[in-house]
């Protein structure tokens, strides 16, 4: 059966619609609790689900919700969100970064995880053998021993660095994928490190037409991207509306570029809107509607002044290349 699993169950590709690659909708990160960093927390429903209607009301139909079992889940809402909304949400196995795993695991997750004091600890003391059955459990049977499965693994690097622990999560992923045929999802931090992690999967004997890299419109670089595409991995340009991170106009030049290149079937859209600041509903941000009401309309005007197809563009970035993306492979 070819299929794409959200959190409300399997759906068939064709039914998955527009979709937005990379959020996060309810989520309170450890790390970030510890560290009193209030932005970073987002706790409340009623205001997520607002942002989630938002994207629906422009046409969306699809949300990644990239949020790991290290980033503070809160599965049951999410599942919530999409049953009212009608959105299809895909949740997230594995983990995250490592700076991430100094944080305490929460007391509620401990039946779930094992008595382990961090995450840091429980990585390190599991076998890589306990972390694919835990990561496996996630993707066929539920997230934190709920009933709702994970639809992509994903695993994550430092800045300009990778340790012995993510290695060990790096080879988990390829593992669970080879077990499950879960598509995986590589957190790059501020875009480093993807060519050094495709070095490690490759050795593993992941198919790279099966990953995609977050975060690649932070390390703007037209060489380092042909570098990836020309594995067949998708680049996820995810990062979209952070203008703290260079203008709008880098972004989109890098995309249009890349499509110039012959690598338009590799290319992902999101926003990672991960803090209260940047959604509509909890501080006045651009929301979740800003992907499809205000940066697809400049990106079509973009397309057409460099003689692209914008509906065709348009229609491979947020329809089609998630689609495949998201697909389960027989394994």
């Not at 299929?3 to 409300?8: A, M, N, S």
């Not at 706790?43 to 949300?63: P, Q």
């Not at 932070?218 to 703290?244: H, V």
């Amino acid at each position: 059966m070819t299929f794409i699993r959200t959190l409300l169950g399997d759906i068939h590709p064709k039914n998955l619609g527009i979709v937005n690659g990379h959020e996060h909708i309810i989520c309170s990160p450890p790390y970030w609790v510890e560290k009193g960093e209030d932005d970073l927390i987002l706790d409340n429903t009623e205001k997520s689900l607002a942002d989630v209607l938002d994207f629906k009301m422009y046409g969306g139909n699809a949300i990644v919700d990239a949020t790991a079992i290290d980033y503070g889940r809160n599965v049951e809402e999410v599942a919530n969100i999409s049953r009212l909304s009608g959105i299809h949400i895909i949740g997230t196995a594995g983990f995250n970064k490592s700076f991430l795993w100094k944080a305490k695991i929460p007391e509620h997750l401990k039946e779930y995880t094992g008595e382990y004091e961090t995450f840091e600890d429980m990585i390190e003391k599991k076998s890589i053998e306990n972390l694919v059955e835990m990561v496996r459990m996630e993707i066929e049977v539920g997230l934190e021993g709920t009933n709702y499965k994970a639809g992509q693994v994903k695993f994550g690097t430092g800045y300009n660095s990778i340790n012995p622990l993510e290695i060990k999560t790096i080879k988990a992923a390829v593992m669970v994928h080879k077990l499950t045929g879960a598509p995986v999802h590589s957190h790059t931090e501020a875009g480093t490190m993807a060519i050094e992690q495709i070095e490690i999967l490759e050795k593993e004997g992941m198919d790279l037409k099966n990953v995609s890299f977050g975060h690649m419109d932070r390390n703007i670089d037209l060489y380092y991207y042909e570098q990836i595409a020309s594995t067949g991995a998708y680049l996820s340009f995810d990062g979209l509306g952070k203008n703290k991170y260079g203008p709008e106009s880098n972004r989109i030049n890098a995309i249009i570029n890349l499509i110039k290149m012959g690598y338009i079937n590799q290319i992902l859209l999101g926003g990672d809107t991960a803090r209260k600041s940047y959604y509509r509903s909890y501080g006045y941000g651009l929301g979740l509607e800003w992907l499809l009401k205000r940066w697809i309309p400049r990106f079509r005007i973009e397309c057409e002044r460099e003689g692209l197809d914008s509906e065709e563009v348009v229609n491979k970035l947020l329809i089609e290349n998630p689609k495949r993306y998201l697909t389960f492979k027989e394994v």
